[in-house]
């Protein structure tokens, strides 16, 4: 609590690993033609060794609207299903998506979006589901760590002073759940975007479309573009989460 | 004033509180003394209704306390556990000011309410209003838990084992100080603890559970000289009870007038307690005392046989 009122400089030199990612990313996204020297090393025999199917920011802004659109959609219903079951009326619920959370988290992804697949047909919206599925878990299972590991003392004066179970949810709980649940986002985001890629096998049009791709035409530039894009977007995205997550101790 | 008439409650087979009767006059401090699960938490709890009573009926100064909704009886009644329970996101200042906000109190009226507690209960302003819960020590966090539980000027103050986490100087200390506070505040207060000298100290009146009932309920003086039972009496301290009375008797209330006699050397203070003077007297080797004021003036005399109130006369 000493930087109690940062300058903008400050806050803004906070902020400078997920900046210097971003630039990083976005740089590579748009400049990857002007690596064509370089990759034409790497993949000699090859008539093309940038990806152009389709232009790599669309990829990456495909990748990150599914990614977005899936991480919302978790972080409402996770949470929210948290919230409910820890609430006196939805109790009763508690130990059955506790179990479904913790057990959800041995599922691997690919086994998911297989399931999805027959069930929604290609395009964006198996991939989407999947990745809302998959997300859920790690939000469900801190948003319940973390409404769970509030020190009861809190709660019994939170009561005792005559806050209402609203005011105790958005002043107290959530507040101090907040680090965990973050937490529980920060996993679920960063595990999706790599998991996203795999939409690219059911026809979704992401990042992962280059690798799937190099991996089908035996083009190792195309896999490496795919696979540089999307570790760089998971860097960024995980560093600015480190930053929104305040450290504890 | 608070009354419990026949107050019971179960938690499913088992019976927590059973049938008990209390009356607690306002400004009154009364203690709920007993071993542990003993029901005097539960009690306490459910006269701000955080539990709801089974059976009976509980009045707050002549109304049953099921017509209140249950926060805002909450908000009217102040509330200190043991583990203080402060908001850890909160500071010092926005923690003591919970209950007037919850109430809608204008903002500079919350301000100047916390301010005047802060100074109450010797938090110096600008040394603790910003200050986090976990920056404090237990005895600070402890003084801060009783500020928020008298921010709205409650007329009742529940206290639930407040002092059993600090260190026994800390204790002591807040001892006093909630007794200097009482002088002037004149709460009615409900006061449980497990811890006997405390509630002697405390207590205008002491209630003594035993599974889920009351055995007795008196003064400290009249549980001290005529314990109901065994249990009671082994509570109060055994053969040691006669020492409880003589820490909860001052030497003023004992002492002769000064009389022609040399005085001893040996000296007491007229607000010491019987306890200490016999201590005093123990370590000296003395069997008389000389009192004295604030001033180290002499103003009467102890005698062993007055101190053990055997002779009136002497």
Redesign the interface.
């Given at each position: 609590?000493s930087d109690r009122a940062p300058t903008a400089a400050v806050r803004l030199a906070a902020w400078r690993g997920p900046l210097v990612w971003l630039a990083l990313l976005l740089a590579l996204a748009f400049g990857m033609p002007t690596l064509e020297p370089v990759l034409r090393g790497i993949e000699s025999d090859t008539r093309q060794v940038v990806y152009a199917q389709a232009g790599l920011p669309s990829l990456l802004a495909n990748h990150l609207l599914v990614v977005g659109v899936a991480s919302l959609l978790a972080v409402a219903l996770g949470v929210g299903a948290a919230v409910l079951v820890t609430r006196p009326a939805g109790r009763d619920f508690l130990p059955l998506v506790a179990q479904f959370a913790s057990m959800g988290q041995t599922f691997p992804p690919v086994a998911v979006l297989a399931l999805a697949v027959p069930v929604l047909g290609f395009g964006t919206w198996p991939i989407i589901v999947a990745l809302l599925l998959y997300g859920l878990l790690p939000i469900v299972r801190n948003t319940l760590a973390g409404l769970e590991g509030i020190?009861?003392?809190?709660?019994?004066?939170?009561?005792?002073?005559?806050?209402?179970g609203a005011?105790r949810l958005w002043q107290?709980e959530l507040?101090?759940a907040a680090p965990v649940i973050l937490a529980g986002i920060r996993t679920s985001v960063t595990v999706n975007i790599a998991t996203a890629a795999l939409g690219a096998t059911v026809g979704a049009s992401n990042l992962g479309a280059p690798i799937i791709s190099g991996i089908v035409n035996g083009n190792t530039a195309y896999v490496l573009q795919g696979a540089v894009l999307i570790g760089l977007l998971a860097l960024t995205v995980d560093s600015a989460f480190a930053r929104l997550t305040p450290a504890r101790g | 004033m608070i009354e419990l008439l026949g107050v019971t409650k179960r938690f499913g087979e088992e019976t927590a509180v059973d049938a008990i009767s209390l009356t607690v006059e306002k400004g009154e401090l009364c203690a709920l003394v007993g071993t542990s699960g003993c029901g005097k938490s539960t009690t306490l709890r459910m006269i701000?209704r955080?539990i709801e009573h089974d059976g009976g009926e509980i009045h707050i100064d002549g109304q049953p306390i099921r017509e209140f909704d249950g926060?805002?009886?909450?908000?009217?009644i102040g509330?200190a556990?043991?583990?203080?329970?402060?908001?850890?996101?909160w500071t010092v200042a926005r923690n003591i000011g919970?209950?007037p906000r919850?109430l809608k109190w204008p903002k500079a009226r919350v301000r100047a309410r916390v301010e005047e507690l802060m100074a109450l209960l010797g938090l110096p302003v600008e040394q603790f209003a910003d200050k986090?819960p976990e920056q404090l020590s237990g005895g600070q966090a402890q003084r801060v838990?009783v500020a928020?539980a008298l921010a709205a000027d409650p007329d009742i103050l529940l206290m639930d084992e407040p002092f059993g986490a600090l260190d026994p100087i800390t204790r002591e200390t807040l001892q006093v100080e909630l007794r200097e506070l009482q002088a002037r505040l004149h709460k009615t207060i409900v006061f449980v603890t497990h811890d006997m000298d405390e509630a002697l100290a405390l207590a205008d009146r002491l209630a003594v559970m035993r599974a889920g009932r009351i055995v007795q309920q008196g003064t400290p003086l009249a549980l001290l000289r005529e314990p109901a039972d065994d249990f009671v009496a082994s509570l109060l301290g055994g053969d040691e009870r006669g020492l409880k009375e003589a820490a909860i008797t001052r030497v003023g209330e004992r002492m002769l007038p000064l009389s022609p006699r040399l005085l001893p050397q040996a000296r007491v203070h007229r607000d010491a307690t019987l306890r200490q003077a016999l201590s005093v007297m123990f370590r000296e080797h003395a069997d008389r005392l000389a009192v004295v004021d604030d001033e180290a003036m002499a103003v009467g005399e102890l005698s062993l046989r007055r101190l053990v109130g055997a002779g009136r006369d002497e």
């Open positions: 609590m020190d009861p003392g809190v709660q019994e004066a939170a009561r005792g002073m005559g806050m209402g005011q107290v507040p101090l | 701000n955080l926060r805002l009886l909450r908000r009217r509330y556990i043991q583990s203080t329970g402060l908001f850890p996101h919970l209950v919850l986090y838990g928020r």
